[in-house]
T-cell receptor, first 116, second 112 residues
């Protein structure tokens, strides 16, 4: 069964450094998402991406965050200058949309980001 | 603001002991309610989508139901491999939003 893959599985970074998290969505999916889960808390929406542009973003997704689909397969989340509070599990998700249909979002296994 | 509350936070069952998990939601027009299973260190794994009150979906030992204010995930004769955290999420109709709003989940432990 096709799946969303994320790399790396664990990223350790010094505070203030830039980090890029990578995702390969399911191949025929058109909608892409990033969520994060701080330890012990809810999964929180960050951003959705469709047709090469951001379609929706949360208050968490400030100017330090950016997303990109650099080629036909990868989808990346960049944090420009990391803070301690960015430490979390980051999940990528993708979905396929048919007209008048609501398809579920499928999640990868996440990247654990630890900021020191 | 859209909200999802799941109860109980944790549930311990003996193998074969059936029970139900609750998901209460407040949303400005429900586009869909989703159930996911999450194993430790893994991402949420999709189980069900429910769209309208009265709808039911089944998969093996799991059955999800939906009313206008809550959803239940019924687990019949659970096995140890059903142990996981079960997440409920809603998607709102308003503005064509794509985001899922999650609850904190119910951590289910099934003892042999």
């Amino acid at each position: 069964e096709p799946e969303v893959t994320q790399t790396p599985s664990h990223q350790v970074t010094q505070m203030g450094q830039e980090v890029i998290l990578r995702c390969v969505p399911i191949s025929n999916h058109l909608y892409f998402y990033w969520y994060r889960q701080i330890l012990g808390q809810k999964v929180e929406f960050l951003v959705s991406f469709y047709n090469n542009e951001i379609s929706e973003k949360s208050e968490i997704f400030d100017d330090q965050f950016s997303v990109e689909r650099p080629d036909g397969s990868n989808f990346t989340l960049k944090i420009r200058s990391t803070k301690l509070e960015d430490s979390a599990m980051y999940f990528c998700a993708s979905a396929h949309r048919y007209i008048n249909s609501n398809q579920p979002q499928h999640f990868g296994d996440g990247t654990r980001l630890s900021i020191l | 603001e859209d909200q999802v509350t799941q109860s109980p936070e944790a549930l311990r069952l003996q193998e074969g002991e059936s029970s139900s998990l609750n998901c209460s939601y407040t949303v400005s027009g429900l586009r869909g309610l989703f159930w996911y299973r999450q194993d430790p260190g893994k991402g949420p794994e999709f189980l069900f989508t429910l769209y309208s009150a009265g709808e039911e979906k089944e998969k093996e030992r799991l059955k999800a139901t939906l009313t206008k204010k809550e959803s239940f995930l019924h687990i019949t004769a659970p096995k140890p491999e059903d142990s996981a955290t079960y997440l409920c999420a809603v998607q709102a109709m308003e503005g064509g939003s794509e985001k899922l709003v999650f609850g904190k989940g119910t951590k289910l432990t099934v003892n042999p």
